[in-house]
């Protein structure tokens, strides 16, 4: 065999190179491999003829190709010799021990060897069967070298292919038992020995591996000194040879029989591994060297920052202590969580948690890790808007990364607590953490936090931002250390402009500003008075070659100032990068189903779209695409472009230092200009803040001032704060009596900053006051259980209502109107259309935004039919009513304006479920599409949200059936046939319709497209699109599959709790 050869072959030889192996065999340990094979001296001097491969398992031969029971003599003859010499040889050493205390029995790693000058060899070999006796005279012994070299030939017939892993492991084990060498270490280590290589040679059969692990205790050199009281070795080898003749022998290879032994062996020892502090399971960071490789293919990354390689090598990070890192904007924090995300999914074998604040990104992230996932056989889940299943599947093999929104993320944990399952969660990301001060959701982001803390010992907890100040809170909070770098790829540099002057930030100069240069661009007095701003100026220094974004306070300035800056662009403009600018225009259309913005039709052809919350989310996409492509060089946008996907700049413009009306904070303006610079492309990033002279002193403490401390706001968002934690303590069972409660909000973020937020009222006084409005509420009510607990403390319960509402997450403002909408429901349920079911799981939130236009919601209304103009009539909006407002006329009566706004947004949802066109609905009810679409994931969220919250009502059950099917066409209000592939992350609507009618009409056909075929067939699909594609398609095939495979094992799963007498046993 070849050095490192691909197989372990054993070869059948002639009876004489039989005998004569036999004659040259040497004792050495079977388990003690080579550590380089080398050739023989003698066997270049004597070669023996090859002959073919022997590997018939078949039931004739008993003993397989074990060639050790042939030869010309009778082999129990010799045993019984062999047995007589040994026993006189014990008798002998017994004697000379007790009269001159010289010699010694020792015995031998799987021998039994018995030294004096006329002592026979006697080499017992295990490996699952028993390969035979050889024996030798002391004098054929030849060289070291020979022996050394006869020993690599006797170990190439079973562990010259092991691998160099289990390799390692067995030359350790066997220098331990030579290094040890008194007899009773000689014993305990021969013992292990013989465990170890037990296991790993008879694993394929449960049967032999009992047998024969009773033989080789009785055969351990332990009991070599009381032959007398044990069966003589003859008998027990006559018992083992008839065993194993009438053993049933499997058919299947032997060398398949050994790797699969050596696997079975390599995972044991990999899980012990993994049971103790170290996960090193490979060269990259503990990872494999595979994961390396993935992150060159998928991301082009060959080689890690300093600062990343300092952070991953952090002693707290190897300790497994909660960790918090800052650094800027583009420094590479996110692939510092990925490592960390992979070594707990491969190295610990725990599931993790990532946390992210907006759907998109999430979306975005399940996207781009899916490919991951397939390779390094891992799940990807994704819970976000109405997705996500609650507790998760408790996967028997794969763990999983669940990827998940602020609220679901929520939702998620309290459901893993309520299980019991909060312990498989070995590590939970953070991202953008000082979210957790900015308001409701960051209230519900110190609840997840604060639960695992108090949940989980074992579960780690890592936040990264960019934008972090007060850091001492936070770390006393999450318990955790902190780590924090200037890092950027791209160097980034600040300026400000007031007039036609350009000042660079400069924290040295006196005001914070140096003069830098002016603007040398020529205007007219007309375009001095459309661009005072000198907008034109700036953008023309860096487009068409590089890009620009131009941040806008509201979303009518982004697509104003798009057009403007269009209408005085030179013509040439239009030509840079042409046909793909009227494939975007294309496209657009095909989403909009033959609609198109006007504003979009006139400024692309220069290149230049707006991006704001007002596009729906398949034109966002698009537009997205064409800019990181180039084909796009301007984006005018809102501020929620800083927070959400990644679309760096070479130059980033603030229009004004505003965001609506209010005055830009410093996290935010970091925010924006942490855009400017792309890795890999631009040498520098540079970012513009234009100012008016009024705002001048503003500006410079803008940019001279500290980042804002990030504050609970446990007690600010009071229904979704404190009380809706509370509710949740007691109905967890983390927390029964207000004393308990005490203690948990003590370690809360709240509790930490308590003092400096809550000057008037104590903790204690906080949390009685918030348990008195609970009990009050009928959410909670109190018990006394015994007359000890109350004299001290009364025992919290949680009431149905109470339960329902956590489990549904529902905002606790709204639970007793949820309620009582739906059990009126129940009294007269129009079920001829889901108008009705609309009204009942409109978001209650949503009413306070809403502004009917009087003249569309009596027309809306007239062209109900007279079923579901009933529906108006119940829930308590008459028609004479919608009539006098439409008409003008004094209304006497007053009628609710939530449920009035409610029901016409009622009828939004309605004509977008029959049309489900977005464009044509804005256009009826006069909204923008980006609202309508708002509005449509917003009712889609709440209604599972609802569902969740019938479930445990029993009262309730008729709606379970109703809002299930109800929250999958809002999710994705499209046609059904549709609804399989945009169930793949990414995939919108015009995609979904462009592999339909491709040929890829299920999640199947997707899964198993071909990359280049796709890329061909769909338009403007780049390669990468397409491989994340068939990736988040596989994975979430995969998911269904395994979903299906851990129902089926469940169902199959033999009872525990029953008696021995009632279960059969099946032949």
């Known amino acids: 065999m070849e050095d490192g050869g691909p197989a372990v072959r054993r070869r059948s030889r002639p009876a004489c190179a039989r005998k004569r192996s036999r004659d040259r065999a040497q004792p050495c340990g079977p388990c003690s491999p080579p550590a380089h094979k080398r050739s023989s001296p003698r066997a270049e001097e004597e070669p023996v003829p090859a002959s073919p491969e022997y590997n018939n398992d078949s039931e004739e031969d008993l003993f397989g190709d074990y060639s050790s029971f042939s030869g010309n003599d009778s082999l129990l003859a010799q045993v019984d010799n062999m047995e007589q010499e040994c026993l006189q040889s014990i008798d002998l050493l017994s004697y000379t021990k007790n009269m001159e205390d010289k010699a010694t029995v020792e015995p031998a790693f799987g021998d039994l060897q018995l030294q004096n000058v006329r002592s026979k060899e006697l080499i017992f070999s295990a490996t699952g069967n028993i390969t035979g006796f050889k024996t030798e005279e002391s004098h054929f012994w030849r060289t070291a070298s020979e022996q050394e070299n006869r020993t690599l030939e006797h170990g190439d017939c079973i562990l010259d292919d092991l691998p160099s892993s289990q390799l390692l492991y067995f030359e350790e084990m066997n220098n331990s038992s030579v290094d040890s060498r008194k007899p009773s270490g000689r014993k305990e280590n021969a013992n292990n020995m013989n465990f170890c290589r037990d296991k790993m040679l008879n694993q394929s059969s449960c049967h032999h591996n009992a047998e024969h692990s009773k033989r080789n205790n009785e055969l351990s050199p332990s009991t070599t000194c009381n032959l007398s009281k044990r069966k003589s070795l003859k008998d027990h080898l006559k018992n083992t040879m008839t065993e194993n003749a009438k053993a049933h022998i499997p058919k299947v290879s032997r060398t ?64 497994r202590k909660n960790l918090i890192y800052s650094l800027p904007t583009s420094g590479g924090k996110t692939l510092i969580a990925e490592i960390l995300i992979l070594q707990e999914l491969l190295c610990r074998q725990k599931d993790v948690l990532m946390v992210l604040p907006y759907v998109a990104i999430v979306q975005e992230k399940v996207w781009a890790l899916s490919s991951f996932g397939i390779e390094l056989g891992f799940l990807v889940e994704e819970y976000a808007g109405s997705k996500g299943r609650f507790p998760p599947i408790k996967r028997r093999i794969k763990k999983s990364l669940y990827i998940a929104t602020i609220e679901k993320g929520h939702n998620l944990v309290n459901s893993l607590i309520e299980t019991g399952r909060i312990g498989d969660l070995g590590l939970v990301v953070v991202d953008e953490l000082h979210m957790l001060g900015a308001g409701s959701r960051g209230a519900i982001l110190e609840m997840i936090l604060a639960k695992i803390l108090y949940t989980s010992k074992t579960t780690q907890i890592i936040g990264m931002s960019a934008t972090l100040n007060n850091v001492g809170d936070l770390q006393q909070f999450l ?204 040498s520098a990033g540079e970012s513009i803040l234009i100012v008016q002279e009024k705002d001048k002193h503003l500006v410079q403490d803008l940019v001279n001032s500290p980042l804002e401390n990030c504050y609970s706001n446990l007690l600010l968002e009071v229904t979704k704060g404190i009380q809706s934690l509370l509710l949740s303590l007691v109905g967890l069972k983390i927390a029964r009596n207000s004393e308990e409660i005490y203690h948990f909000m003590c370690g809360t973020l709240y509790g930490v900053q308590q003092q400096f937020l809550s000057k008037e009222k104590s903790l204690s006084d906080v949390t009685r006051e918030a348990l008195g409005c609970l009990i009050e509420k009928g959410l909670l009510k109190e018990k006394m259980t015994s007359e000890k607990e109350q004299k001290s403390q009364s025992n919290l319960e949680i009431t149905q209502l109470g339960q329902a509402t956590y489990k549904g997450s529902i905002d606790l403002a709204y639970c007793d109107a949820l309620y009582r909408d739906l059990k009126k429901g129940l009294e007269g349920l129009v079920l001829e259309s889901c108008l009705h079911l609309l009204y009942l799981t409109t978001p209650y939130d949503m009413t306070s935004h809403c502004s009917p236009d009087w003249m569309i919601y009596f027309r809306q209304f007239s062209q109900l039919n007279s079923v579901e103009q009933k529906v108006a009539a119940i829930v308590g909006v008459p028609e004479s009513f919608i009539m006098k407002k439409a008409s003008g006329q004094a209304i006497k009566k007053d009628v609710d304006s939530g449920v009035v706004n409610r029901l016409y947004l009622s009828f939004v949802l309605y004509a977008l479920l029959k049309e489900t066109n977005i464009w044509n609905v804005s256009e009826k009810f006069n909204m ?38 109800l929250t999958k066409r809002l999710t994705y209000c499209v046609k059904a046939e549709l609804i399989p592939l945009m169930e793949v992350a990414g995939v919108l609507e015009s995609r979904a319709k462009q592999l339909y009618d491709s040929g890829y009409k299920t999640l199947a056909h997707l899964a198993n497209a071909n990359t280049e075929t796709l890329v061909k067939t769909i338009e403007h699909l780049s390669r ?7 990736s988040s398609a596989k994975m979430l095939l995969t998911e269904k599959a395994e979903a299906l495979q851990e129902e089926v094992e469940e169902l199959l799963k033999v009872p525990t709790d029953t008696s021995e007498g009632l279960l059969t046993t099946l032949p």
């Open 256 to 319: 398949k029989q050994l790797k699969e032994a050596v696997l079975s062996e390599e995972i044991c020892v990999a899980k012990k591994a993994i049971e103790t502090s170290s996960v090193d399971i490979g060269p990259f960071y503990g990872l494999p060297s595979k994961v390396k490789d993935l992150l060159v293919q998928f991301r082009g990354i060959e080689k890690l920052y300093e600062w990343q390689h300092t952070c991953l090598t952090l002693e707290s990070l190897q300790q």
């Open 928 to 965: 923008s599409r980006g609202y309508v679409q708002n509005l449509l994931n917003l009712a889609a969220s709440f209604n599972s949200c609802v569902l969740h919250f019938c479930e445990e009502l029993e009262e309730f059950w008729v709606y379970k059936a109703l809002l299930t099917d």
């Open 1024 to 1030: 990468r699109q397409a491989r994340q594609m068939v």
């Open 479 to 682: 318990q955790a250390e902190y780590y924090a770098n200037n890092f950027r790829p791209v160097e980034l540099k600040e300026y400000v402009k007031i007039q036609d002057s350009i000042y660079e930030v400069d924290n040295k100069a006196e005001n914070g500003l140096t003069f830098s240069r002016l603007l040398n661009f020529k205007y007219s007095s007309n375009l001095q008075r459309m661009d005072p701003d000198h907008l034109i100026a700036l953008v023309t220094e860096v487009i068409p070659n590089y890009s620009c974004l131009v941040f806008c306070p509201t979303k009518k300035n982004c697509e104003n100032v798009a057009e403007m800056i269009c209408k005085y662009l030179n013509k040439e403009y239009r030509n840079h990068r042409e046909n793909e600018k009227q494939d975007l225009i294309k496209d657009l259309k095909n989403i909009g189903k033959g609609s198109l913005c006007p504003v979009l039709k006139r400024t692309i052809p220069f290149g230049i779209a707006y991006h704001h919350s007002g596009l729906i989310s398949d034109e966002r996409k698009r537009i997205e695409e064409a800019y990181s492509a180039g084909v796009l060089c301007l984006l005018t946008c809102t501020s929620t472009l800083a927070a959400g996907v990644n679309l760096p700049a070479r130059r980033v413009i603030l229009r004004a230092p505003y965001i609506a009306t209010e005055f830009l904070k410093k996290n935010q303006y970091k925010q924006m200009i942490g855009r400017a610079g792309r890795a890999g492309i631009d």
